[in-house]
């Protein structure tokens, strides 16, 4: 066999085979020069469409993914994990949408401290990492997401990132409601951030020097 119909199958092995979402040109590494990857991508995705496995973009590459309408079947299978505290997931939602960001900027927004543990959740899962650090007196690390945090939500790239109430939809802020200040961080972006920090420090949850885990 030889062809497309060769080229799709050695992409979808490829695909089926990764642990992580594969982009496109580490598929071209496998396909004869001047293939059209696109093309094929598109073809396959199509074939999968009504399927119980779909391909997607995710993560700056290609992924075979469950079929979202059987989550609720799946959902018996799937692994009890604890559910992010609602430091962490403020933390992360902060991380998400002004990234590159410090510790102390983080804890500027949210009004309260932000303890190492919080962050060492979020770092051992996966979905954030340092950045370098900041030219500024004491050189603080920043924090930004990682592409294991687009492939678990599904993101193809942070460009794709929802606003507030598609969030809690998704269940990433399903661990209470979002304070006021974050929800405006959040869906205002970096233009709002004056105005979140003035508002952080009128009504903080408790002192910055007090830790919170």
Not at 95 to 100: E, I, L, S, Y
Request: charged share 25%; proline share 7%; glycine share 8%.
């Amino acid at each position: 066999m030889s062809g497309p119909a060769q080229e799709l199958r050695v992409i979808e092995a490829l695909l089926f085979a990764a642990r992580e979402p594969v982009p496109e040109s580490a598929l071209a590494e496998y396909l004869a020069e001047g293939t059209d990857i696109a093309a094929l991508l598109s073809d396959l995705a199509a074939h999968y469409g009504e399927r119980g496995v779909n391909l997607e973009q995710v993560a700056g590459g290609w992924a075979l993914r469950t079929a979202p309408d059987l989550a609720a079947v799946l959902q018996r299978h799937a692994e009890v994990q604890r559910k992010l505290s609602r430091a962490a997931v403020e933390t992360l939602a902060i991380v998400a949408f002004h990234q590159p960001v410090t510790r102390a900027e983080i804890e500027q927004i949210r009004g309260v401290s932000v303890s190492k543990g919080t962050l060492d959740i979020l770092f051992e899962a996966g979905w954030i990492g340092p950045r370098g650090r900041r030219r500024t007196p004491g050189r603080p690390s920043t924090w930004c997401t990682t592409p294991a945090f687009l492939d678990h939500f599904g993101l193809a790239s942070l460009d794709d990132l929802p606003g507030v109430d598609e969030l809690k939809a998704a269940g990433l802020l399903d661990s209470g409601p979002i304070p006021g200040v974050l929800a405006r961080a959040v869906a205002g972006g970096d233009d709002a951030l004056p105005d979140v920090l003035e508002e952080a420090e009128q009504t903080a949850e408790e002192p910055l020097a007090n830790a919170e885990d």
